[in-house]
């Protein structure tokens, strides 16, 4: 037990600095490594593996709404950026820029792409002329570079993986129609997938996306209180088709706008995964995006018998999931830290004394509940705590939620539970952004989101006292 108590140890408690606790976590459970270059992180096998399974079920549900995956280039000349100016003034500080190729300076700087909108409308505006042309729903999965000054893995970095979706309509309906169908996308994601609950709303017009008519949001609450807006879903309108001059002939042969959405999520959502699921020991994974859903571990396999019987079950396991033995010649404690650490949901032990009482232990990661289940009606069993694991995260992370979500109707209220245990703090808005900078300025607290769901916490803003508007959750945000 001395070398599981070290590897335990090598984690940094969550409640003793989190930040540490997550550095640790991302490190030791082998999702990522750091490079050379500042801000910029080697995404190794095991965290790769999870984004692919995120992203091809995330795929999935694009392609049966309809999308299909296109590829833009990666560089974006400067005359094109500046086409929509509130675009290019709000991703102006975050812009890496390529002025030589080779040895020759560049008649025009090119802009290594922090997002393609500019792209996609120099492309729709040759390839939109008729009405018959629309809907265009393009999506593209690359990775994208903000000058980042602060980063974090998967939370923030110089470059990260994403996908973004770029569509234009008809119509302004349409438009919208996509814009918040996409939002319940990502929300029902979230939940099903990663079992992560989401608040949805819209952004302020402080926080929305430069050059978007409105954005819209998917937010989440981290273990330690902080929110994460873990995916984003704008309206164009027609500002970005007036500035790129994307029109088309409609039905009456009469010349229009297109109406564009952008949209999308990115490794952040690694981010988001380890900070609602993780605890001392390491990950926690929700089924749905573990690479190894089941481990087994046979105890005493230089004993006769028994590694025949682990690949016996690996090969009926195999069968509907994703299953792995641990057969190296660590000891059995180890081994327990060590998938425990990655988050494996089941692990299954299994030795000479289980074998002769035809039965194996199971061992869940999420609450550490042990289950001695006879073979003939083990994967019955690990079919059905496969899906309760799944079910149970997400309802645990639902309670931590909505324990950590609470009402203010003061300034002073809302400063209190910010420094004391923050977490969403539901309150009243004018809808000014004179206040909203005031809060965030006294409070460290920024807004959230406008939920869908509105309630009347009371009726004056909880800022200047004026008539207040709307109910918005406020927090401090990764």
Known sequence: MAKKDKFVEAITPMNEDFAKWYTDVVKKAELVDYSSVRGCMVIKPYGYAIWELLQRQLDDRFKATGHQNVYMPMFIPESLLEKEKDHVEGFAPEVAWVTHGGTEKLTERLCVRPTSETLFCEHYA??????????????????????????????????????????????????????????????????????????KGQKTDKEKFAGA???????????????????TSHNFGDGFAKAFDITYTDKENKLSYVHQTSWGVSTRLLGGIIMVHGDDNGLVLPPAIAPIQVIIVPIMQ????????????????????????????????????????????????LGPKDIAK??????????REKYFVSLDELEAKVSELLQEVQKSMLEKARVHRDKHTYTATTMDELTNIMNDNPGFVKAMWCGDTACEEKIKEETGATSRCIPFEQEEISDVCICCGKPAKKMVYWGKAY
């Not at 039965?359 to 999420?366: E, G």
């Open 213 to 231: 008519q409105a954005t819209y949001t998917i937010e989440s609450l981290m273990h330690d209180g902080k929110a994460l807006q873990s995916g």
């Open 358 to 367: 035809n039965q194996a232990v199971i061992v869940r990661r999420d609450t």
């Open 126 to 199: 040759n390839e939109i002329q008729s009405y018959r042309d629309l809907p265009k729903l393009y999506n593209q999965w690359c990775s994208v570079v903000r000058w980042e000054k602060t980063t974090r893995p998967f939370l923030r970095s110089l470059e990260f993986l994403w996908q973004e979706g770029h569509t234009a309509h008809a119509t302004a309906d349409e438009a919208m129609e996509e814009t918040i169908n996409i939002l319940n996308l990502y929300a029902k994601f979230c939940e099903d997938v990663l079992a992560i609950p989401m608040i």
């Open 302 to 349: 230089k004993k006769e018998g028994v590694l025949d019987k682990a690949n016996e079950i690996k090969d009926a396991l195999s069968k509907f999931t994703r299953v792995d033995i641990d057969d190296s010649d660590k000891s059995p404690g180890w081994k327990f830290s060590e998938h425990e650490m990655k988050g494996v949901p089941l692990r299954v032990e």
